[in-house]
T-cell receptor, first 112, second 114 residues
Framework: KQEVTQIPAALSVPEGENLVLNCSFTDSAIYNLQWFRQDPGKGLTSLLLIQSSQREQTSGRLNASLDKSSGRSTLYIAASQPGDSATYLCAVKDGGYQKVTFGIGTKLQVIP | EAGVAQSPRYKIIEKRQSVAFWCNPISGHATLYWYQQILGQGPKLLIQFQNNGVVDDSQLPKDRFSAERLKGVDSTLKIQPAKLEDSAVYLC????????????FGPGTRLTVT
């Protein structure tokens, strides 16, 4: 059974800092991994999707990397802004039954 | 392009009552997902449809939850009878289809069972 862990559970940083969010998974036979952000009371917004054959994806100030063999992904946010404050979730899609498993998220607060 | 639509946005019911949620995916998206998100937790997949067939419903409590996707477009998720522990946000997502496509989420329905 796939298990997804996100560390840290919460993070508070001053504006302008670069930061890294971590996601680890127990079964490396994945099809893809997707990072989302969730604002309070809202649905999930897709940030980046990494296929199992890829090592990283970039979008603006966001960079996500994937090391499938070690069961890890990181989301790098450059020059953080108060608008980045949200909960960040990673989701893994298994290669066999296409089952999707989410972590519980990292709650990020960027202080002006 | 219109996003994933869900209704209602909020629902309050008493335990043992029934409730239904509706989802309209992005046009052309073959895959539809229903998730349950309990406060402080990540979303848990309840059921996944590919067109109008079920791909995975292993975590759906089938004694009280049911879901259907008529004509491979809209979907409804029903709970009957509801329990206190069903209080959660119910999220619908869709993707183009197949394994590699990213998921797009609706705003969710917040259910409170009293």
């Amino acid at each position: 059974k796939q298990e997804v862990t996100q560390i840290p559970a919460a993070l508070s940083v001053p504006e302008g800092e670069n930061l890294v969010l971590n996601c680890s998974f127990t079964d490396s036979a994945i099809y893809n991994l997707q990072w989302f952000r969730q604002d309070p009371g809202k649905g999930l917004t897709s940030l980046l999707l990494i296929q199992s054959s890829q090592r990283e994806q970039t979008s603006g100030r966001l960079n996500a990397s994937l090391d499938k063999s070690s069961g890890r992904s990181t989301l790098y946010i450059a020059a953080s802004q108060p608008g980045d404050s949200a909960t960040y979730l990673c989701a893994v899609k298994d290669g066999g039954y296409q089952k999707v498993t989410f972590g519980i998220g990292t709650k990020l607060q960027v202080i002006p | 392009e219109a996003g994933v639509a869900q209704s209602p946005r909020y629902k309050i019911i008493e335990k043992r009552q029934s409730v239904a949620f509706w989802c309209n995916p992005i046009s052309g998206h073959a895959t539809l997902y229903w998730y349950q998100q309990i406060l402080g937790q990540g979303p848990k997949l309840l059921i996944q449809f590919q067109n109008n067939g079920v791909v995975d419903d292993s975590q759906l409590p089938k004694d009280r939850f049911s879901a259907e996707r008529l004509k491979g477009v809209d979907s409804t998720l029903k709970i009957q009878p509801a329990k206190l522990e069903d209080s959660a946000v119910y999220l619908c997502a869709s993707s183009l289809g197949g394994q590699g496509w990213e998921q797009y989420f609706g705003p969710g329905t917040r259910l409170t069972v009293t």
